[in-house]
Structures are given as structure tokens and as C-alpha cells.
């Protein structure tokens, strides 16, 4: 039997060294899957249980591999489906190839079963790329730009082959006019970096400036011992946005942690009180957390010029891979011999550590958020891929998660959709089936998708040499980060509604498909749940009965602006005597270090 496009599409993948496309079967491309079939499923699907969690589960695999995640569904509804990850790997700057199938191409144009115009509707989340085959000739070229473009872009590209085509036996492109070839597969970014003259104006900035800070986002991470120096050099304090979480470590004294709302007091600290900034590989939107305008002079280093300069008013922006241009730049910098500065923000970080600490052990009822995220701190394994879901536990996870050199982490840091933390940890384990994975997710995201993925944990977890993978879901009932929203920023009572879950045992679940469940409902059960679920022969889900009035409160609040915001909530709020009495202990430990 002669090729068919479907067996070259699989043979140009794995040229490619795709080793897995995440996706759902469907008529829309039976060509491809039959293809699968005669190829010895390889690359091998991965088989969600919807494709949006294909999505989800080629955006973990790209961001923990920086390689393209392939994911691929059928025609209309499942093309349809792939839309939320797409532009989760969008909004992140990250690398995915999606392969979609169509009707037949006799019958487009004709109102047929499952047509949806795929061209028009990817056109928006993959603008770097989206094209459709008609013939087979096309085949190398589509393939091969849509994967260069996904690297070179950091983004998601389409590629859409109708049903028909997919069963048509292979021709590949001749040496004649209106055909296009392709080069052999692969892809080797260029090394980029600003002129001389530039570099050299951000160094006399740097050099005269006092209190330097360093904003660092995911830009960084090739560059993270060049950022290290850098902060050595000035006495700067590194603040991380939330996607640089892992970039640096947090143990570094003059780390200073997360930033805006989900940040800490001492990243707060650091950018109201610092003379100047320099920002790298970040693309951080809030303005209003970073420096007053006027208050600092701004250099920002980021390697894609379209995104620079655009969220503080930076006096020198440096176009360029962070690494290179910070290593242009520190032959230039002059090490600060007064060390006032670095010594207030080392001792504003420990304080802040205490900080954590005291609030972890706020009482709650029955177990407080913080605390399941404060013993993992000590527990952690080394080389651990963590990643957390949208709402409160995306606060807890970027304030209370103590980062080490060599663990891994990450959510969706832009689009800040529901449903990725297991998925993207299911992604994780098979761009890295050595190593740990643990998923933070709320019951609201578990019960949108996260319980079914567990089927697909299940199903593919003897695969993996170390098959630790823990689920941490925060079983409180209530969609608390909406609910503390809707508290703060609306200054509306808790509207039970549209904020209560019904209740279920998540443990019940996970053992009655093979998985192992631990149910925690005290707090002094959490290390020893840890110490069970990281020690397992199986993936584990861990069901930890939270409270849902400890509140996630910003970093800037003062006392009494915490108190007459919670004294505003009290008439109406079912839950307003846990809030205000909570929130109180809970800022009390920062202001005051007491309960």
C-alpha cells in the first residue's frame, strides 16, 4: 500500500521528534488515526477525555519542555473544543502545533454536516499560522512552517487537512513552478541582542541608580544566572512575575517573590520604594504595582520588540535574547558599595517568610489553605513539576510555595482560564515521566474537567518510570476566588447561588478508578498526607477540606483598609463573621506578628 497523507503526516512528525500528540478521535480524521494505527501509534496519542484538555495537555508539555505541543481533534465541534488551550498558549508565548481535520472537500460549501469555517475560526489564536491543505504537495511545507512558527513566535499554529485528503495516497512537491518544498525538519533560534550604545546607557542607569529592582518574568529563565549576578552587582531585589515563578529561586534572601495582587508585601515593598528598575523577559500588565511614574528610571530587556516598552515608561529598552544582553551588560556595571539597600530588602524578605509562616497556622475550619501549601515547602522533592489552577489556589501557590532551584512550575498565567492544572501536569509527566508532578486545583476547576482527566492518569500511568503524580484539590464547597471578588472589588455579599458546589468525596473518586485518595480534615493530618501521597507507588489524590473565609488579601492592603472593607461585607454575606474575624487574624500576622 503506498503512503497515504496521513502515514507522511505522522512520518514528518516524528522527523520533527514529536514523541506525542494529545488529542480525541473523531470521522473528521479517521485518515490520521488510521495512519496511527499502521505506524505503531507512534508519535503516541494521548487520548483526553475532551479536547480542550488535549489543549491544556500540549500547552504543560511546551512549557516544560520549551519544545511544540502537538494536539489535534476533528472537525467542527472538536476543532471547536481545541479554542480554550489555543489561546491559553497564546496569551503565555507558548509553543503549539495544531493538527485539525475537515469535511471532505467535495462537500465544503454546502452546508454539511459538522462544516464550520476552521480558517476563519482559528484565524484570530493562530495568527502566526493557520493554513488548510487541498493537496498533497502541500504537505512538508504546512507541516514544517507551522512548527518553525510555533518556535520562532512562542505561539500556536493550525494546520487543517480535510477527511478526504487525509486517505489520498502521498506525492511530494516537484521541481516545478507553483510548487513549494521544504527543508529537512528543525529549527535554531538566532542569538540576538541590543547595540553596544544601548547596553552601555542601560549600564550608567544602572550604575547611578540606588535601589535597584529587578522585575523578572519566564523571559528569564535561559537567563537566570545572568540575572543573579546582575542583582549581586547592584544590590537589587528580584521580584518575580507569575509565569517567572521557577525562574529564580525563592530561597535567594533578596528574592522577593510574586508580584500584583497574587504578590507579597515584599515585592510590594520593592517596587514603591525603589529608584530603579530593570525589567527582563516580562511582560507584566499592572501597572499599578510597579514603580509611581516618574519615581524610577526604567530599563527593560525582552526578546520580542513588539511587547517592550509598553507597560511602565522605560528610558532604555534593549531588544534582545535576556541572556546575551545581560551578559553585555555586566562587564559595565559597577558592584554598590553601600549595601543599605539589599540589607533592608533581605530583612523585609525573612520578616515575610515569618509572615507566611504565622498565617499558615491561622486557625481555620476545618484546615487552612495556606497551611497544605506551607508543609509541602519542607517536602518537596527537588525536581518536582508543579503546576496550580485559576482562583484562590493560584494565591496560594504564588505566595506561599517556596520555589527551589530545579523544580519546575507553572498556570495559566495570562488567559487565567479554569480546567489547566491537571492537564498541564498530565503534559508535565510525559515530557518528564522521571519526575514528580503535583497539581494545586480548586473543587470548582476539579469538577468542571479536573475528575475527568483522572481517567486518563488512570489509563496512562504505568507509562511513566516515577509514577508520583499528586492532585491537591482544595475541597471548600465554593468558587472562592469569585466569591472574594465579588466581596472586594464589587462590595457585594457572597451570592450563594452561583458560588456553592455540591459537595462530593474527590478521595471516593480517585479510589474508586484504581487511584489512591487521601482525605484530610485536619490540619495536623497535612505533613503526613504529604509524606503518604509523595512516598506512593501511584498517582494520588489529596482531598483537603478547606476553609473558604481565609481571605487572599492583596499585599498593599493596610490593616484598616482590610478591616472597613470586611466591615462592609458583614449585612448580607452568609459567611461574613468567619470573613471578618479571619481576615483580621490573618493580616494581624503580617502587621503585627500575632494572632
Known amino acids: ?299 527593560q530587556i525582552d526578546i520580542d520588540g513588539r511587547m517592550i516598552g509598553m507597560r511602565y515608561p522605560t528610558e532604555v529598552n534593549l531588544v534582545g535574547d535576556a541572556a546575551e544582553t545581560l551578559r553585555a551588560l555586566i562587564p559595565r556595571l559597577e558592584r554598590k558599595k553601600k549595601r543599605s539597600w539589599r540589607e533592608t530588602i533581605e530583612d523585609n524578605v525573612a520578616r515575610w517568610w515569618g509572615t507566611v509562616e504565622r498565617q499558615a497556622h491561622v486557625e481555620a475550619d476545618p484546615v487552612n489553605p495556606m497551611l497544605l501549601f506551607w508543609e509541602l515547602n519542607s517536602r518537596i522533592p527537588d525536581n518536582a513539576i508543579v503546576t496550580a489552577d485559576s482562583g484562590s489556589a493560584a494565591n496560594w501557590y504564588a505566595r506561599d510555595l517556596k520555589i527551589r532551584a530545579g523544580i519546575r512550575g507553572s498556570l495559566s498565567g495570562t488567559l487565567a482560564t479554569m480546567g489547566p492544572g491537571v492537564p498541564y501536569a498530565i503534559g508535565a509527566k510525559f515530557a518528564h515521566p522521571d519526575r514528580p508532578a503535583i497539581a494545586f486545583v480548586g473543587d470548582g476547576a476539579m469538577q468542571m474537567n479536573g475528575l475527568a482527566e483522572l481517567l486518563t492518569i488512570k489509563r496512562y500511568c504505568s507509562d511513566w518510570s516515577d509514577p508520583r503524580l499528586v492532585i491537591a484539590v482544595l475541597h471548600n464547597n465554593d468558587l472562592n476566588q469569585v466569591t472574594w471578588e465579588l466581596r472586594a472589588m464589587s462590595g457585594a455579599p457572597k451570592f450563594e447561588e452561583s458560588q456553592n458546589l455540591p459537595d462530593m468525596s474527590y478521595a471516593a473518586f480517585a479510589r474508586s478508578i484504581g487511584l489512591e485518595g487521601i482525605e484530610v480534615d485536619k490540619p495536623e493530618a497535612i505533613g503526613s498526607a504529604w509524606d503518604r501521597a509523595l512516598a506512593a507507588d501511584r498517582p494520588v489524590l489529596l482531598d483537603v477540606h478547606c476553609d473558604p473565609d481565609i481571605p487572599p488579601i492583596p499585599p498593599h492592603a493596610e490593616f484598616e483598609q482590610m478591616k472597613d472593607a470586611a466591615e462592609a461585607i458583614i449585612k448580607g454575606d452568609p459567611d461574613s463573621t468567619g470573613v471578618v474575624r479571619k481576615g483580621l487574624k490573618t493580616k494581624a500576622q503580617e502587621l503585627f506578628g500575632k494572632s
Open 1 to 299: 500500500m503506498a503512503p497515504t497523507v496521513g502515514d507522511y503526516l505522522l512520518e514528518r512528525l516524528r522527523e520533527w521528534d514529536v514523541k506525542h500528540i494529545f488529542g480525541y478521535p473523531g470521522d473528521g480524521i479517521n485518515g490520521i488515526i488510521a495512519a496511527l494505527g499502521r505506524a505503531d501509534d507512534r508519535p503516541q496519542l494521548v487520548q483526553a477525555r475532551h479536547e480542550e484538555m488535549a489543549a491544556f495537555q500540549a500547552v504543560g508539555y511546551a512549557k516544560f519542555t520549551g519544545k511544540p505541543g502537538v494536539c489535534m481533534a476533528t472537525s467542527g465541534p472538536g476543532a471547536i473544543h481545541l479554542l480554550n488551550g489555543l489561546y491559553d498558549a497564546k496569551l503565555d508565548h507558548v509553543p503549539v502545533v495544531a493538527i485539525v481535520g475537515q469535511t471532505a472537500r467535495s462537500a465544503m460549501g454546502g452546508n454539511y454536516q459538522q462544516e464550520v469555517d476552521l480558517l476563519s475560526l482559528f484565524k484570530d489564536v493562530a495568527s502566526s499560522y493557520v493554513q488548510m491543505a487541498t493537496v498533497p504537495a502541500q504537505l512538508p511545507n504546512l507541516i514544517d512552517r507551522a512548527m518553525r512558527i510555533a518556535l520562532a513566535d512562542h505561539a500556536p499554529t493550525a494546520v487543517i487537512i480535510p477527511a478526504d485528503l487525509q486517505e489520498e495516497p502521498y506525492e511530494g512537491p516537484s521541481h516545478a513552478f507553483k510548487n513549494v518544498p521544504s527543508s529537512p525538519p528543525g529549527y535554531t533560534p538566532s542569538v540576538t541582542r541590543a547595540p553596544d550604545a544601548e547596553v552601555a546607557r542601560a549600564a550608567e542607569i544602572l550604575n547611578e541608580g540606588s535601589k535597584v529592582a529587578i522585575l523578572a518574568g519566564q523571559g528569564a529563565r535561559s537567563a537566570a544566572a545572568e540575572v543573579m549576578e546582575v542583582a549581586e552587582l547592584t544590590g537589587a531585589g528580584v521580584a518575580k512575575a507569575l509565569l517567572g515563578k521557577d525562574v529564580l529561586p525563592d530561597d535567594l534572601p533578596y528574592v522577593t517573590g510574586a508580584i500584583g495582587l497574587l504578590g507579597t508585601r515584599p515585592s510590594y515593598e520593592l517596587m514603591r520604594d525603589c529608584d530603579t528598575l530593570l525589567i527582563v523577559g516580562s511582560n507584566f500588565p499592572y501597572s499599578q504595582f510597579l514603580p509611581e511614574f516618574g519615581d524610577a528610571r526604567g530599563i
